[in-house]
């Protein structure tokens, strides 16, 4: 390369060590920037200079070509750019998201990229991204305008790449997860600022139980979905990355405003409305504008857009457990069986202004805004007088700083986030829950809430990280070295109960009715003077190093290491009350005299020292090096072949209302007594009492333990607890055959050490099984329940995915894409919700076995766009899916053991994931399929006047009105033999997705 290569080679070496030097030494924790930039590379004469200028914004980049002709330019935002390198070698190509892509300027186009440049000379030819480790896709703009959708959520699109499922659940709200791991192993990083919630499920800070968006869709350039192996700038993730582009300001003034209407005339009846003889009112309403322009030609732009939305979506209240207790409820629970709504309201907006003093540097400052309102938490086993007042806010502010020279790139960029959830419940007091009998963890209806049910959980705080690219590197080829830091400090906030409601349980007979007295309550226990709000200034630390390294024309290693390091102050100083601590060391008073309550435990298994924190023995774990290494190999040099595959590990974390358990419940605890009644014995004394009317005011209850820690739960982590983490392999083809690209894939994914709790408790012997029951009375002496947490939740899932996309072209005037996802996913938990955190079917979770996880075997996304005659663009999206498994604890009369083994619990049942029949066909075969659906859109544009643009469009969601079921019926039989067909779907319970349904839309555009 260049004269000064050895001094950049010095530089560099002295770059790593300072940067390790810095992590080597720091006390803080975790991240890390995740670009959503675009890298161009490629040959050029020697020497040349080379500049790519975007077009819209007439933005521009310059770099020299190095002696052998090799170029990089990196850091460019995706767009179309005119790239030269000299006289005869003008190119117009477009830039993807988050991609490096290939161009050789050499005079005349080479014949090894003939294909590819022939285009590009006539009109901006969309440069593909082959050569790389990752397994991903691109979303793009077109995708997001043709594609018919069910909401204005842009992860919705996801759902078209291999591997990836975004779920519109009954109650309206939204979800997208990748394999077997939960929704939470995800992370959405916009404009490269990753969105990760540190406290709640849903992954990304907004979506969890929300039936919002995370971001104007209007905003959104274009965005792409790494299923695995992505680079080692990727951070917090162990499942799937989307990295998503927002739009700018340009050097024209453009702008949108559009709305979307539908309501009860315009759907079908859901299955429950079909039971119950009448459909229940609901509308949704999506509008919004987006507008930007030049402050400055070629120099400064602005950007803004808003999104609202207003539903009021119809749900379906569906009693759990067997069918047989359904009738013995009482008569004013089965009212409340059946439809009922979900009111909701949505505020989103972002803004942002861009500033090139020169070619060299990039200023940007942008935010957003989101504040939405809502009912919740009806739905399923919840009835409407279990409903929950919900606000949900979020919001974030960016400002970064680019600076480019020949040899390298740098990004200096500052964030602040403020994300806050807090639903309480609509009625306050009594509320009750309805219980199977003969299995009191299967319950059947619950009609109020727990005082769980009040919550206030969010994060805010600022960041700051660096990424320094060296473009301008050669040994035995070309190296595009990426490296970075990043440091933030943000101030997690979790209150996990209140103490305005008590929930009261009652035991259920299939031929007896409804025990006329509950047998157990729970309720809020505050502590006088102490605060129910747990918070913890969270410290992350991360730096990686990544090189791309180009060795020659066909193979490319794509090799990488990152470190984090994460610092939780709530979790790792942590005092133990000491009336607990003394508790483990009383008289177990159901044990021989003499024998502990510690020394019970011990006989089970349980090490109290290990759960008990003296505020020093509890470290953050500083092992968290993640290597990311990959390859491609481009078998004729042409990009029309490509070989890939890769391997790596990477980090997740424990989401902080998981750590904080241990604070909020010794403050704000939820003691439960029990009541001795007729089905429910229990050996009358502190935490069991004979029932009096009078326990029915919450006041009582609470004078009943106040100043002590009768029927107190205690929750308790591990003190060496692990961040849950994921290692990735995968192996694969990608080809160019005609106008068609392919891609197929076998993916194996392992993930390890997730969080999990179970029951601590113990009989006198050490065992947790006696007479097929669990040691639920034998809690702490004077508390109730001791409940663990350790590292131990697992996933294994293998996946081949196929995938097949003629791109849209103006030519051609039509375009498609086909994603075929096989997986073969095990967990072991037998929980239908991968968040769930909590197992107690057996004793340990190392005694739940592998069962198949709740994915769909085989699913196939399919869709097209077309232009059509008259201004029309049509679209079309197909998805078929085998059904999911129902997982859950078997329980068929088996006699108990007493022990768990060989899958079986001491109680006789057993943890099964049992594959329902399917509910319908397609075109051939037999009733194979669990989800079904046929979406088409129609769009009519305008021409108003000049650059004044109108369209109409509409939207035709599931147009064979096919029922695509989610809740189950559980008839696992009796006697010790299992039913044939254990688990059906329930033809009146909730669906997914939508009812046949017609969506209109408005729009101009200028």
């Known amino acids: 390369m260049k004269t000064h290569t050895y001094f950049k080679k010095k530089m560099l070496a002295s770059i790593i060590k300072a940067s390790f030097a810095t992590f080597a030494v720091s006390t803080s924790v975790v991240s890390i920037a995740a670009s959503s930039d675009a890298n161009l590379r490629g040959h050029a004469p020697a020497g040349a200079v080379v500049t790519a200028k975007q077009i819209d914004t007439g933005a521009t980049r310059r770099t020299t070509a190095d002696k052998d002709g090799s170029y990089a330019l990196v850091g460019l935002p995706p767009g179309t750019y005119q790239v030269d390198a000299g006289a005869g070698t003008t190119r117009t190509v477009t830039l993807t998201v988050a991609s490096t892509a290939t161009l050789d300027l050499v005079g005349a186009v080479s014949t090894a990229n003939a294909t590819t440049l022939n285009a590009v000379t006539v009109s901006a030819q969309t440069l593909r991204e082959v050569k790389t480790s990752e397994v991903g896709t691109q979303v793009s703009l077109h995708d997001i305008n043709t594609i018919p959708e069910a909401s204005r959520n842009f992860l919705e699109f996801a759902d078209t790449v291999p591997g990836m499922v975004f779920t519109r659940n009954a109650n309206g709200t939204t979800n997208l997860q990748s394999g077997a791991q939960a929704s939470s192993a995800i992370n959405v990083y916009i404009d490269g600022v990753g969105q990760k919630n540190y406290v709640l499920s849903g992954g990304v800070t907004g979506q969890n139980n929300s039936q919002g968006n995370p971001f104007p869709q209007l905003a959104i350039a274009e965005y792409k979905v790494i299923t695995s192996n992505y680079k080692a700038e990727y951070d917090q993730i162990s499942s799937a990355a989307v990295t998503a582009e927002t739009k700018s300001g340009t050097n024209e003034f453009h702008g949108d405003v559009f709305g979307s209407f539908t309501n009860t005339a315009m759907r079908a009846e859901t299955p429950s409305e079909e039971a119950a003889g009448h459909k229940t009112p609901s509308h949704e309403k999506d509008y919004g504008f987006d507008f930007g322009g030049p402050i400055a030609k070629d120099m400064a732009h602005f950007y803004i857009a808003y999104e609202g939305k207003e539903f009021d979506t119809p749900i379906t209240v569906v009693p759990g457990g067997d069918q047989v207790y359904w009738s013995q409820l009482p008569a004013s629970a089965q009212a409340q069986f059946g439809p009922a709504s979900l009111p909701f309201k949505e505020d989103d907006w972002f803004g942002k202004v861009d500033f090139e003093p020169s070619d060299k540097d990039r200023f940007e400052i942008s935010g957003k805004y989101r504040d939405e309102t809502s009912l919740s938490g009806i739905g399923g086993v919840s009835t409407a007088s279990a409903a929950l007042n919900t606000i949900n806010t979020d919001k974030r502010f960016d400002i970064r700083w680019d600076h480019s020279t020949d040899t390298w790139f740098n990004r200096l960029q500052a964030t602040y986030e403020d994300a806050f959830y807090t639903p309480t419940p609509v009625l306050t007091g009594y509320g009750a829950t309805y219980v199977q009998a003969t299995d009191l963890n299967e319950t059947i209806l619950t009609t109020g809430n727990s005082p769980l049910a009040q919550q206030n959980k969010g994060q805010k705080g600022p960041s700051l990280q660096d990424d320094l690219t060296f473009n301008d590197f050669e040994w035995n080829g070309d190296h595009v070295i990426k490296m970075g830091v990043k440091y933030k400090e943000v101030r997690l906030t979790a209150q996990d109960a209140g103490d305005s409601n008590a929930l009261y349980s009652y035991a259920v007979t299939p031929n007896n009715g409804t025990e006329s007295i509950p047998f157990q309550v729970q309720f809020g226990s505050p502590t006088p003077g102490q605060s129910p709000v747990a918070t913890s200034s969270d410290k992350q630390f991360g730096t990686y190093i990544q090189d791309d390294w180009a060795v020659n024309d066909h193979l490319t290693l794509n090799l990488g290491v990152r470190w984090d390091y994460e610092k939780t102050p709530s979790y790792l100083n942590y005092v133990t009350p000491a009336n607990v601590v003394a508790a483990f060391n009383m008289q177990d008073p159901n044990a021989p005299t003499g024998q502990t309550y510690a020394q019970t435990l011990a006989k089970g298994g349980v090490n109290v020292n290990d759960y008990i924190s003296t505020g020093s023995n509890r470290h953050a774990p500083t092992n968290e090096f993640q290597p990311r290494l990959g390859f491609s190999y481009d078998i004729n040099g042409d990009e029309d ?3 890939f595959g890769g391997l790596g590990r990477s980090y997740d974390r424990d989401l902080y209302e998981s750590l904080q ?17 007729p089905l429910e014995p229990c050996t009358l004394g502190p935490s069991c009492l004979t029932w009096n009317p009078s326990y029915l005011d919450i006041s009582t209850l609470q004078a009943l333990v106040a100043g002590t820690t009768a029927g107190k739960e205690v929750d308790m982590v591990n003190n060496n607890l692990k961040a849950p983490y994921s290692d990735q392999f995968s192996i694969g083809m990608r080809n160019k055959l005609g106008d068609w690209n392919t891609s197929a894939t076998i993916a194996r994914i392992n993930s390890y050490d997730g969080l999990v709790f179970t ?3 113990r009989y006198p012997s050490g065992a947790f099984w006696e007479g097929g029951s669990q040691p639920w009375g034998n809690g702490i002496p004077g508390f109730g329940s ?29 375009g498609t894409t086909i994603a075929y996802t096989y997986s073969h996913a095990k967990q072991n938990n037998d929980s239908q919700d991968p968040t769930d955190q909590y197992a107690f079917d057996y004793e340990t979770i190392g005694n739940y076995p592998f069962t ?17 005659p008259w201004g029309f663009v049509l679209g079309a999206k197909l998805t078929l899916a085998t059904p999911i498994p129902n997982l859950n604890l078997a329980c068929y009369g088996a006699p108990a053991t007493n022990q768990d083994a060989n899958g079986i619990s001491g109680a006789g049942c057993r943890s099964l994931s049992v594959v329902p029949p399917g509910n319908g066909r397609f075109l051939i075969g037999g009733k194979i399929y669990g989800d079904r659906d046929i979406d088409f859109q129609a769009t009519k544009n305008f021409k108003v006047y000049g650059g004044l643009n109108a369209y109409v469009r509409i939207d035709l969601l599931n147009v064979f009105n096919w029922n695509n079921y989610v809740d189950y019926i559980e008839n696992y039989g009796s006697n010790g033999v299992l039913n044939k067909t254990p688990v059906i779907y329930d033809p009146t319970g909730d669906i997914t997705g939508y009812p046949r349904t017609l969506k209109l839309s408005m729009g101009i555009s200028f």
């Not at 358990?661 to 009644?677: A, R, W, Y």
């Not at 697992?794 to 005037?813: I, M, N």
């Open 759 to 761: 029951l601590g408790n």
């Open 661 to 677: 358990v241990e604070q909020t419940k010794s403050v704000l605890s939820q003691p439960t007594l029990l009541f001795n009644t």
């Open 852 to 868: 198949d996880a709740a994915v769909a075997k085989h699913r196939l996304v399919a869709t097209g766009s077309f232009n059509g």
């Open 786 to 814: 001791l409940i663990i947490g350790n590292n131990g939740l697992e996933t294994r899932t293998t996946q081949v995915l196929l995938e097949a996309d003629k791109p849209f072209t103006t030519e051609s005037g039509w």
């Open 641 to 643: 072949h490509v070989i």
